[in-house]
């Protein structure tokens, strides 16, 4: 049930995640450590739903059961926390932006607001296809983008590009824009022209 949460932590989803050796940002406390829950949904489980099964999961984002399967990820993640004695999170309502990049659909998923790095603020997913006819759009592969807090040399928040690619690497593509979707979209739009 739980296999996408299997490199989260560099061992089994069972096992509990190691207190140290695991990067993590500087922080004044408790409130400015990256939440288990943030991360594993945008990192790890949405991320292996998206490239494993992505014309489903563009289908299904711009379905009116969005939320319902971004609920039903949300609650897996949960159930792991719980059984690994992680504080749960609490996911809120969806905001989910359907929109087309360079002619291809793309489906931006608003997070829970981010407090520390790596969490993200969006995630995007891009349908490798302009074809929108059925069968194209089931060959079509996905890229996954992730716009994320990041802090700058000076400890000042900022933002950072990434995309997961389907090896399971997390590449950093540099600065990113402002966390607002619309820039968000105009960053990527411009890797695509």
């Known amino acids: 049930m739980f296999g996408w949460l299997k490199n989260l932590f560099g061992g089994s989803p069972d096992s509990r995640p190691p207190q140290n050796g695991v990067p993590s940002?500087?922080?004044?406390?408790?409130?400015?450590?990256?939440?288990?829950?943030?991360?594993?949904?945008?990192?790890?489980?949405?991320?292996?739903?998206?490239?494993?099964h992505p014309a489903a999961t563009i289908a299904v984002l711009g379905d009116a059961k969005a939320s319902e399967f971004l609920d039903a990820l949300a609650q897996q993640v949960n159930e792991w926390c719980v059984e690994n004695g992680e504080p749960v999170g609490d996911f809120g309502t969806w905001n989910i932006h359907c929109k087309r990049l360079a002619g291809m659909p793309v489906a931006v998923v608003?997070?829970?607001?981010?407090?520390?790095?790596?969490?993200?603020?969006?995630?995007?997913?891009?349908?490798?296809?302009?074809?929108?006819?059925?069968?194209?759009?089931?060959?079509?592969?996905?890229?996954?983008?992730?716009?994320?807090?990041?802090?700058?040399?000076?400890?000042?928040?900022?933002?950072?590009?990434?995309?997961?690619?389907?090896?399971?690497?997390?590449?950093?593509?540099?600065?990113?824009?402002?966390?607002?979707?619309d820039e968000f979209l105009s960053h990527l739009k411009t890797m695509f022209s």
């Open 110 to 181: 608003e997070m829970p607001a981010t407090v520390a790095p790596p969490e993200a603020y969006f995630v995007a997913i891009i349908l490798q296809t302009t074809d929108l006819t059925p069968e194209a759009m089931k060959a079509a592969s996905a890229r996954y983008f992730t716009l994320e807090r990041s802090i700058d040399l000076e400890g000042n928040t900022t933002t950072m590009l990434c995309e997961w690619t389907q090896e399971g690497t997390h590449c950093n593509l540099g600065p990113g824009p402002k966390p607002l979707v």
């Open 25 to 52: 940002p500087p922080s004044t406390g408790p409130a400015h450590e990256r939440r288990h829950w943030h991360y594993g949904f945008a990192h790890m489980a949405l991320r292996q739903h998206a490239l494993e």
